[in-house]
C-alpha cells in the first residue's frame, strides 16, 4: 500500500507537487486542498481554508492521511504543521518557529549572521527616523523591505534616495503592507543572475535539489514591478548540480545547525534566493517552501520518487534519500491575467487548454483558475496557468511551451516572451 497524501494550497505549485505525487510509485492517492481545476483530475479536492491548522489537521484524520504537504508559507506560518505534529501526523514543512525564516526577513538576516552566511549588508529597524538615516550608509539604488510576509510585494528597489525615503514612509508610516510593515530592512543591492536552490531537510541534513532560474519581473528584459515570477527553467547552464553542491557547507548546514540550536529544527523545504555575484553566492533571502514557478519545472525534472523524499524529510533522515533527474530541459511559462501584479479582472473564460495538454511532454498546471458552474474554466488570479514543456535541452523546451501557450487564450492575457531566452 502506498501512501495517502494530501497537499495544502491551491497554486501552480501545489498543482504541480500533487501531480508528481501522483506520479510516485509510493504513493497511492492524492488528495488536495483546496487544490483547484487542475487538481481535479488526481483526486478529490476538500474545501478548506488552508491557513486554519485545526480544519486542517481534522480533514487530514478523516482522510488517513499519512502525510499532510503544505505548499504556502501562509499555512505554515499560522502554524498548520505544529498542529498536525501534535495529532502524530506526518507532515511535509517546518513548523511556524522554524517558517520564521521566512516570515520575517531581520530574522533571517540574524541566522544568516549568526551561521557565517554571505548575505546583503543591511540594516533593521522599525523606526522611520533611523531607517531613514540608515539610507545614506548605501549606494543606489536602495533597497526597502517591508519586514514580513507581503506576497512578494513588500520589496521595493529605489533609483532615488528621495523615493528611497518615501518607500520608507509608505512601508512605516502609510502601512501599506499592514503588519508586515512593522519593521523593515534597507538593504545592499546585490549585482549578478539570480539562482533558486532548494533543499529538501530534515532538521540536520540536507537534500540538494537541481537548481532553477525564475523570472521576478513582469515584463521582457526585467522591466516592470515585481511578481510572484513569471517564469522558470532548470537546469541552469553554469550552476550545476556540482555548484549547489558547495552551497551546502557554506549556506544550508550552518542554517540548520543554528535553527536547531534555537530549539526550532527545519524540516522541509529551505529555498535559498541567490544572487551569483562577482565574488561569489550570496542569500538574499530564505523561504520555508517550494518556490513558485520553480517547482513547476524542478518536479518535472526529478526522475526519483518525490513521495519518499517528502516523507524522509517529514518523519525521518534524507542523509540517504534518492535524488535523481532526466536528462534535459524544462521550461515554464506564466500565463497571468492583464494588469498583473497590479489590479486584474477575474471570470474570464480560458480556452485552449486541452489542446495545449495534447502535444507530448507538455504539462499544463494551473494556478488561478475556476470552473463555473456550466464547467467552462475561467480566470481567477493574476497567474492564470503555468506551460510547462520538457526538451532535450533548454531551446528545445523553450519552443514547446512558447507553442503550447500559444494554444491557450483568454482576454488580457499577458506573458514574458523571453523566458529561458538566450541562456
Ligand atoms: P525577495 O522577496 O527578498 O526575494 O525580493 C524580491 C526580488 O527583489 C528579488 O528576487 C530580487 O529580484 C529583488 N531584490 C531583493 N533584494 C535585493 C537586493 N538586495 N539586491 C538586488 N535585488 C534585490
Ligand atoms: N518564485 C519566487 C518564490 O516562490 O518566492
Known amino acids: 500500500m502506498g501512501y495517502s497524501t494530501l497537499v495544502v494550497g491551491g497554486g501552480g505549485r501545489e498543482h504541480a507537487l500533487a501531480w508528481r505525487l501522483a506520479h510516485s510509485p509510493s504513493v497511492e492517492r492524492v ?42 508559507e501562509a ?14 501526523i506526518a507532515a511535509f514543512g517546518p513548523t511556524a518557529a522554524a517558517a520564521r525564516i521566512e516570515g520575517s526577513k531581520a530574522f533571517a538576516k540574524e541566522i544568516m549572521d549568526a551561521a557565517g552566511v554571505a548575505t546583503a549588508g543591511y540594516v533593521a529597524t522599525g523606526d522611520p527616523d533611523e531607517a531613514r538615516a540608515a539610507l545614506e550608509r548605501f549606494d543606489p539604488p536602495y533597497v526597502v523591505k517591508a519586514d514580513g510576509l507581503a506576497a512578494g510585494k513588500g520589496v521595493l528597489i529605489c533609483s532615488s534616495l528621495d523615493e ?20 523593515l530592512i534597507v538593504e545592499e543591492y546585490l ?8 533543499g529538501v531537510c530534515d532538521g540536520q541534513d540536507v537534500a540538494l535539489l537541481a537548481p532553477a532560474q525564475d523570472y521576478k519581473r513582469a515584463y521582457d ?21 556540482d555548484d549547489v553542491d558547495q552551497l551546502r557547507g557554506s549556506i544550508f548546514l550552518p542554517v540548520l545547525r543554528e535553527l536547531a540550536g534555537r530549539g526550532a529544527p527545519f524540516r522541509g523545504l529551505l529555498y535559498a534566493g541567490l544572487v551569483d555575484t562577482a565574488d561569489g553566492p550570496r542569500v538574499l533571502e530564505f523561504n520555508a517552501r517550494f518556490g513558485d514557478p520553480e517547482t513547476q519545472v524542478i518536479l518535472p525534472h526529478l526522475a526519483s520518487d518525490l513521495g519518499d523524499l517528502l516523507m524522509a524529510s517529514a518523519t525521518g533522515s534524507v542523509r540517504d534519500a534518492e535524488v535523481s533527474w532526466h536528462d534535459g530541459a524544462v521550461v515554464t511559462v506564466v500565463l497571468a491575467s492583464g494588469g ?7 471570470g474570464i473564460a480560458i480556452t485552449g487548454v486541452d489542446r495545449a495538454e495534447e502535444r507530448s511532454g507538455v504539462e499544463v498546471f494551473h494556478a488561478g483558475t475556476r470552473r463555473d458552474d456550466e464547467g467552462t474554466l475561467r480566470t481567477a488570479g493574476g497567474r492564470v496557468l503555468n506551460v510547462t ?25 499577458m506573458l514574458r516572451a523571453d523566458i529561458a531566452a538566450g541562456v
Not at 226 to 232: I, K
Request: hydrophobic content about 35%.
Open 31 to 72: 488528495e488536495t486542498a483546496p487544490g483547484n481545476p487542475g487538481t481535479a483530475a488526481l483526486g478529490p479536492r476538500h474545501e478548506v481554508d488552508p491557513q486554519d491548522p485545526v480544519a486542517v489537521a481534522d480533514l487530514a484524520e478523516e482522510r488517513g492521511s499519512d502525510l499532510v504537504v503544505v505548499g504556502p
Open 75 to 88: 499555512p505554515l506560518v499560522a502554524g498548520v504543521v505544529d498542529e498536525l505534529a501534535r495529532r502524530g
Open 164 to 183: 528611497a525615503r518615501r518607500a520608507v514612509d509608505e512601508v512605516l508610516v502609510q502601512r501599506a503592507f499592514g503588519e508586515a510593515g512593522d519593521g
Open 191 to 198: 549585482r549578478g543572475p539570480e539562482r533558486s536552490v532548494f
Open 221 to 241: 528584459g526585467d522591466e516592470g514591478p515585481n511578481t510572484g515570477g513569471m517564469g522558470a527553467f532548470t537546469p541552469v547552464p553554469g550552476f550545476g548540480l
Open 340 to 346: 498583473y501584479p497590479g489590479e486584474y479582472e477575474k
Open 389 to 413: 514543456a520538457r526538451g532535450a535541452g533548454i531551446d528545445e523546451a523553450r519552443a514547446l511551451a512558447y507553442a503550447a501557450a500559444d494554444d491557450i487564450g483568454f482576454e488580457g492575457r
